[in-house]
């Protein structure tokens, strides 16, 4: 009977020391954004991401595009395989850090993405100021600047990213709705890039502009909602332009919309009734077999905006675990109210790889 009595104690110890330590908040984010407070990370946010992509030109007249990403999850309401069970995901790691790191090398004609993680690595997102590191590569606010790193066989970026703009909020407080849920969306879209991108073992001198995104939150949208197409558009004209179209079996939401910047850097919202965007043509993956879009002709009416958007290079598609998706450099050429009007910007399309999808879970 002791015997019995110290094993259910003991068994019980073990569950309340597995108890999760973050509670995750599903209520509709109604507080507004606080920045640079809301830079660092949030632990009441099941999703979060930091999103980074630019244009970079080296001394030597190179070009690159890249994208360094950190992806934030908290488990406790996951389930993760362990051996032959399905145990709870903070039994096996409570805070799951992800990183993504890729290169468009223009030079060579060539696209190269990365990942890591912190299953077995040290990490850190700290909740106090812009800081996420997973091993060797980082991000860090310091002195109003983002400092980045990453590094994967053949190529590796140390930049240093000086907002020239305030952070650009999509949607009232920097709350947009996406269908299922609403979570906090901002952009700083217009950043000075400067420092160095090493390839091949050569270290390049490099200054450019990138665009930085930053989300959390329940982000419910992936119950049912399993893609979108994502383009971030830096012209010529110091204006900037997001837009996202949400696709629910193939069809995108009404809640789907966008934000322009203009150059003094205030924001004004779209709506998809404001947008009419039509791919122009595919490209089919060697790799997945999917097939993506992979030229665009966007118009945004209340601005008499019209833009032809192309990939600078077709193969861009990161066939990353678990999800698949394709993000990369374009070049942009339009007109607004008829005067000719260029410029760069990322694309990202997510879910046309059924295999490693996010409607691949369901």
Not at 71 to 76: A, E, I, P, V
Not at 313 to 327: F, G, S
Request: a neutral charge.
């Amino acid at each position: 009977m002791r015997r019995s009595l110290t094993v259910i104690l003991l068994f019980c110890a073990c569950i309340v020391s597995c108890t999760p330590k973050y509670k995750i908040d599903h209520e509709k984010p109604v507080r507004p954004l606080d920045l640079p407070k809301d830079d660092a990370a949030h632990y009441a946010a099941q999703t979060e991401w930091w999103y980074y992509t630019g244009h970079l030109s080296a001394d030597d007249g190179t070009e690159y595009g890249y994208e360094v990403t950190f992806f934030k999850r908290l488990t406790s309401e996951d389930r993760s395989p362990w051996f032959f069970l399905c145990v709870p995901g903070h039994w096996v790691k409570e805070v799951g850090l992800l990183g993504h790191f890729a290169v468009t090398d223009l030079e060579n004609k060539k696209f190269k993405a990365d990942q890591l993680t912190n299953l077995f690595s040290k990490s850190k997102a700290d909740p106090d100021r812009l800081h996420v590191f997973i091993n060797g590569w980082s991000v860090e606010a310091r002195d109003g600047s983002h400092f980045l790193k990453a590094s994967m066989p053949g190529y590796s970026v140390d930049l240093k990213l000086s907002p020239a703009k305030p952070a650009a909020l999509h949607g009232p407080h920097g709350i947009v709705e996406k269908g299922v849920a609403a979570n906090y969306y901002y952009s700083y879209t217009n950043m000075d890039a400067e420092g160095t991108i090493t390839v091949k073992g050569k270290k390049k001198t490099v200054k450019g502009k990138s665009w930085m995104d930053h989300e959390f939150g329940p982000m419910e949208l992936v119950k049912s909602q399993i893609g979108w197409d994502w383009f971030s558009i830096q012209l010529e004209n110091n204006t900037e332009l997001m837009i996202y179209l949400i696709r629910s079996d193939g069809q995108v939401v009404a809640q789907s919309g966008g934000s322009f910047i203009d150059a003094g850097g205030k924001v004004k919202w779209l709506k998809l009734e404001d947008l009419d965007i039509r791919t122009v043509s595919t490209w089919t993956s060697p790799k997945t077999r999917a097939v993506y879009p992979a030229e665009w002709e966007i118009t945004v009416r209340p601005l008499k905006l019209q833009l032809h958007v192309k990939p600078v290079m077709a193969e861009q598609e990161l066939t990353l675990k678990p999800v698949t998706y394709w993000e990369g450099a374009v070049r942009i050429e339009g007109t607004t109210s008829g005067n000719t009007l260029n410029g760069k910007g990322y694309v990202e399309l997510v879910g046309y790889d059924k295999k490693a999808s996010f409607g691949s879970f369901k």
